[in-house]
């Protein structure tokens, strides 16, 4: 690879250990992906997990003197503030301060605190073309796919030493050639709520490796249901980017799409194939009751906790709901009455956190329902189990206690 003055002088230690670190790791990358050079990056995210392994990288980079060029926003840990009291279920002591050590150590690398995983939505938006390093399931399909920027798959620890030396190799989706869908994939379901591309983003298995080409599907979709898809894709598989004809940038037409080639095979969903998806990542159980609500896995828009508002509207759920957004979400909630009604009706919406932090601690061996596969899948290895249905019928178990 070939590398301009900067990048080598990073390189060589020049600029400091951290930024040396960092551009190690990405010149190892890129020789391993044939790039030829680095290019600069406008925007990055890090999918940061507030795990053992992602403190333990964020530290040796403060510790060695790493600040990022390009300050990338991050993603969801859990909100000390409200997992200290106002829940009535504290976290444990060892969880907090990990997650105190973890905000710290992104403080002093200069990340935005945005704590957030669809910064694509409202925080973190690239315009067409242009280059990034965005990890986080969701986020690197939908900036690829619906923003037509550009974003490898990157992981948490890539993303962030491109954060910090303001760079990525270029190969992969980088490059025209490898921006081509090669799998044809037509939509026969009914694509009815956004509810519907998670079941569809979770057909990994029937995709197959590649880059999806959706046909059948509207030219006009909500950007809660392209999260969904681009979430789930990921959860069921391992997708950088895919196209749907007629309205995502780079798919005009099928041929644009496949890039004037046939598609290596083709692929048809039905409505039985998103029955079967529903049926197989809901927990079994033997009665119709439901212990908890949680939604926001992906993070959930303004617009989604208003739809909850106006369903609870006056009336008292049976069981505990939680709604996780970005913190700019509730803050609009709140301004606009939206977090009244919710917590009239005993609804707790929270900033900042994630199905899949030791926060929920006080949900194992309950049996939740939610509308998200994602937020079905990773729970269960803490021993949180739930159903998966639409958001209204979701709603409705909420207020009852039971799935009709
Ligand atoms: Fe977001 Fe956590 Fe779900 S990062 S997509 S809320 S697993």
Redesign the pocket.
Known sequence: MILNDEQKAMLNGDLGEGAAYAMKIQFALGEAFDAQRMVPIKRAHVALSNQDGDLWFAEKLVKAGAHCKVAPTV??GFCTGHFTGACGHPADAEDIAHMIRTDNAYRALGAVLSYN?TPYIATNVPNFGEVCAFS???ATPYVNSVWGARSNRESANSALCAAITGYVPEYGLLLDENRKGDILVRVEADMKTPYEYHLLGMMGDKIGEGIPVFTGLPHTISAEALRNLG?QLNTSGAYGMYHIVGCTPEAPTVEVALGGKKPKYEVVITNEDLQNVEATFSDKRDNDKVDFAMF????FTLEEAQHIAEGVKGKKLAIPMYI?VSSHALQMAQRMGIADVLAEAGAEIIADS???QPCWHYLKGKVGITESP??AY?PRRRGIHFIIRDLDTCIQAALTGEVK
């Open positions: 993603n969801p995983c986080e399931s969701s979430a926001g896995c992906p993070h996780l994630c199905p899949d994602k937020c990773y």
